[in-house]
């Protein structure tokens, strides 16, 4: 009786938060905020008071507020404006080079045997992201939507991404159920998941990223904090999250190549690789033994 296919799990998978982790300032900072003439401290603020007060939930918050802003602003941010402003959008040093660098790092150090898929989770609004120039790096962007009336105004949300989640599209893309109307709840076998929790990196930048953080690496895989350069609070955060255990490692947030943060990701990349080597070499064995040629 045969016990394996042929080894087909040669993929790898880098999962981005986005605000704060590939820039540093939150999307709506650059974009909707300025074109209303808004204080990003006061909406956020604003924000805040409210969660506090009714104890509802951030995201869904925000969206409200951001809706009611537009309209008595008497804005028309349609899907389109929004995609347009996300050119205002401010990425940390060496972002826009990042994935193709990472790619190229993958490829030389499995012999091109290894595939890297890049993903962004965001509690940010999808119609900016659609407009993001580091857009056709990644194989899905998951994040926040809003519904849009026949005169393009956006009315409420439709799609709702808050810190837990975020979680169901890690098990999206660990199943290969990357769809919006695609089930992950039925039972799928270990074997059969077509990117394991052991090849996949999340790399985000505080505590609303922890439930991400702890799937991933209860799961056996790795998970990474990025910080704002020289700011004191953020490695705190980052130290926080080191002494829990909830991360691997972490560095400021320069995406240039020598810096501290290509290293470390290296090392997790080097170790996902000689992982896949393994289960390919182990799978061949296995197959080899079946066929009598071992």
């Known amino acids: 009786m045969a016990r394996k296919q042929r080894f087909h799990r040669k993929t790898l ?21 300025p074109e209303l003439g808004i204080s990003a401290a006061e909406f956020w603020s604003e924000v805040n008071d409210e969660v506090r007060r009714t104890g509802g939930d951030s995201i869904l918050t925000y969206m409200r507020l951001l809706v ?13 404006a929004l995609r347009q ?53 990644f194989s899905r962007i998951y994040a926040s939507q809003y519904y849009f009336d026949h005169h393009e105004a956006a009315r409420f949300p439709t799609i709702v991404i808050n810190d837990t989640a975020k979680t169901q599209y890690l098990f999206r893309i660990n199943k ?3 769809q919006a109307l695609e089930t992950i709840n039925e039972y799928m076998p270990e074997t059969e998941r077509p990117v394991p929790f052991q090849h996949m ?21 790795f998970a990474l904090a990025v910080h704002k350069p020289r700011s004191a609070p953020a ?4 130290k926080e999250l080191a002494d829990a255990n909830r991360i691997d490692f972490y560095a400021p947030a320069d ?40």
Request: hydrophobic share 35%; proline share 3%.
């Open 13 to 33: 998978a880098i999962v981005y938060d986005f605000d704060g982790t590939l820039t540093p300032q939150p999307m709506q900072e650059y974009t909707v905020l």
């Open 68 to 80: 009611e802003k537009i309209e008595a602003n008497k804005a028309h941010l349609s899907r389109e």
């Open 85 to 137: 402003l996300a050119s205002d959008i401010q990425y940390y040093p060496g972002v826009e080079g990042w994935f193709d660098h990472v790619n190229d790092y993958v490829a030389k150090i499995s012999g091109d045997t290894v595939q890297t898929k890049h993903y962004i989770i965001s509690a940010g609004l999808s119609e900016i992201l659609e407009g993001i120039s580091i857009k056709h790096h």
């Open 176 to 178: 290969g159920r990357e």
């Open 201 to 221: 990196l999340y790399i985000g930048d505080g505590l609303t990223d922890v439930p991400c953080m702890t799937v991933v690496k209860n799961y056996g895989g």
């Open 235 to 238: 490695v705190a955060v980052c």
């Open 255 to 294: 995406y240039r190549p020598g810096r501290t943060l290509e290293r470390r990701v290296q090392k997790i990349l080097d170790l996902i690789v000689a992982r896949i080597s393994f289960e390919t070499e182990r799978n061949e064995f296995l197959h080899d033994i079946d066929k009598g040629q071992a």
